[in-house]
């Protein structure tokens, strides 16, 4: 095996998924912390005097003490090469998950032990399964009262249709917590609160055939249900299967608590020893193999202003196969130009190292001068293909949006263009009334917020918000065939234009919809941009 082939394969490049508050980002900075990229995990409680979360850099994130955009993040631990996407948990920001995950070879869900299956979890669990990628699931918090583990697979596997297979077992949980049961290993490893915030832990491995010294350790209440526990999971749970695995079908299920950091670095080594090295991608042209074509990427991301000081742009692109050299030229397809990727950097939440060269699997940042868009392939100048593209969603909330100061309409369009761009809102104006008038779409409400934040901090515009009655939005498909200036329509519906100038419209009502289609025969209307 060739060098080049080597480091590919020791990538490994996932998303965590979870519904808000289950404790992902604090997930997230363990890892960081095995892997050295962190000498302390930062608190992410928001508290004024402790550091905040590696992956959350944006201001607003830091108030809030939620996620709203996606972090990438690399590290090294045992060999490996690994990068982890960080998604938002809040359904408001489910869009820029969904792109995400088109970037990702596996997804680590992330539930809470009190809760199990939440709404957030269950929506981007579909993704997950539309693109068959592998799920590995840590069952998070049990340093807290938990639910009856039993309960917590059951839910697993009604509530988002996957089978279960529990790779340790949680003895206890909340004051009661003491270790998990290692099926493999068949040993408990014993929970001590001792590893807040630091690598060295207490944690005590005794094999389950040496029951006194167990007993000794634990007490004889939890051993004795541990061992009634093991005998039920042993006659009914799913057997381990990675080819399961790896197909989407089977979940393979860690418990601890990322908070005490127990747990956590046995998740990491089972999941990392399960996981695949990147994985090949769909192009027009057919799949492309990570370690056989040259250097190929797309682009699932967009974020203006990381860097205050320089009012940049980055793209954060997906390698998906060969190497990547900052001084190569590499065609981009939709801007049908050749061109050398500037100031190419790895992105570790807001701090950036730039880099010389980089591999299939690996999610790079270069600066972007305004000529990407989301779903862009890039490639060698000699080929000429194109990445399946990223779906745009339909916005389910809209608003007139205004500036509160005539004098910076330059500024103010410069800057809800910029936003647009990255995918967390779309706009769109009359459509051929002449008023410059803009109107927000936006998949979540709290999108808004974030928005009229980033305006008034980052471009120093304040705006007004004045919500809309609309609900429902259908791009018309054939457009080229439509007067849409003839266009017959219901009392609700307005006619609006998008930044490229493709007509839509909107609704309040969904009936509307139909009768739409009945008024004017031929006319195609779809809920997706196909742009």
């Not at 601890?256 to 695949?276: D, P, Q, R, W, Y």
């Not at 647009?420 to 051929?432: D, K, S, T, V």
Request: glycine share 8%; charged share 30%.
């Amino acid at each position: 095996m060739n060098e080049f082939t080597e480091e590919i394969n020791r990538r490994r490049t996932f998303a965590i998924i979870s519904h808000p508050d289950a404790g992902k980002t604090t997930l997230t900075e363990k890892f960081l912390l095995y892997g050295g990229a962190i000498n302390l995990a930062g608190s992410v409680k928001g508290k004024a005097t402790a550091r905040h979360a590696v992956s959350d850099w944006m201001e607003i994130e830091k108030e809030r003490g939620i996620s709203v955009t996606s972090s990438v993040l690399q590290f090294e631990y045992g060999g490996y090469c690994i990068n982890i996407l960080d998604t938002p948990g809040h359904q408001d920001f489910s869009e820029d998950t969904y792109r995400t995950l088109m970037a990702a070879d596996s997804a680590v869900m992330v539930i809470d032990a009190s809760k199990g299956v939440e709404a957030q979890t269950r929506k981007l669990f579909k993704v997950c399964v539309m693109r068959k990628i592998p799920i590995f699931t840590f069952i998070n918090k049990l340093d807290r009262d938990a639910n009856d583990t039993f309960d917590l697979l059951d839910d697993i596997e009604k509530e988002l249709g996957i089978a279960t297979c529990p790779l340790n077992w949680p003895i206890g949980s909340g004051k009661e917590f003491r270790g998990v049961y290692d099926r493999e290993k068949k040993c408990v490893i014993s929970y001590s609160d001792t590893e807040k915030g630091t690598k060295e832990g207490t944690a005590i491995e005794i094999p389950l055939k040496e029951e006194n010294r167990l007993r000794e350790a634990i007490g004889d209440v939890p051993v004795d249900r541990l061992l009634e526990e093991m005998e039920l999971l042993d006659g009914a749970g799913a057997d381990f299967d990675l080819e399961s695995v790896r197909a989407g079908e089977l979940t393979p299920v860690c418990f601890g608590s990322a908070l005490t950091n127990f747990g956590v670095e046995i998740f990491l080594k089972h999941f990392l020893a399960m996981t695949t090295t990147p994985l090949p991608r769909k192009s027009d042209m057919g799949v492309i193999e990570p370690t056989e074509n040259e250097f190929s990427a797309f682009v699932f991301k967009i974020q203006a202003n990381m860097n205050k000081a320089h009012r940049d742009r980055i793209a954060f692109m997906r390698i998906c196969s060969g190497k990547f050299d900052a001084q190569m030229e590499v065609r981009h397809v939709q801007g049908g130009r050749v061109m050398r990727l500037s100031q190419p950097q790895q992105i570790m939440a807001d701090e950036r190292k730039v880099l010389s060269e980089a591999y299939a699997g690996d999610i790079i940042g270069v600066f972007d001068p305004g000529v990407f868009s989301i779903g862009d392939t890039l490639c060698v100048p000699k080929e000429k293909f194109c990445y399946e593209g990223i779906p745009t969603f339909a916005p389910e909330h809209f608003a007139r949006v205004r500036q509160m100061d005539t004098m910076k309409r330059k500024q103010f369009v410069k800057g809800i263009q910029q936003i647009a761009q990255e995918g967390a809102i779309q706009i769109f104006q009359e459509y051929n009334t002449g008023l410059e008038e803009i109107i927000v779409g936006v998949v979540g409400v709290l999108q808004f917020d974030v928005l009229k934040y980033r305006l008034e901090n980052e471009y120093n515009v304040e705006i007004r918000l004045d919500s809309l009655p609309y609900e429902h939005i259908r791009w018309i498909e054939n457009k080229e065939e439509v007067d849409i200036a003839k266009l017959t329509g219901t009392s609700d519906m307005k006619k609006v234009k998008d930044m490229k100038g493709n007509p839509l419209l909107l609704f309040v009502n969904s009936w509307s919809i139909g009768m739409t289609l009945d008024r004017n025969k031929g006319l195609v209307l779809t809920e997706f941009s196909r742009n």
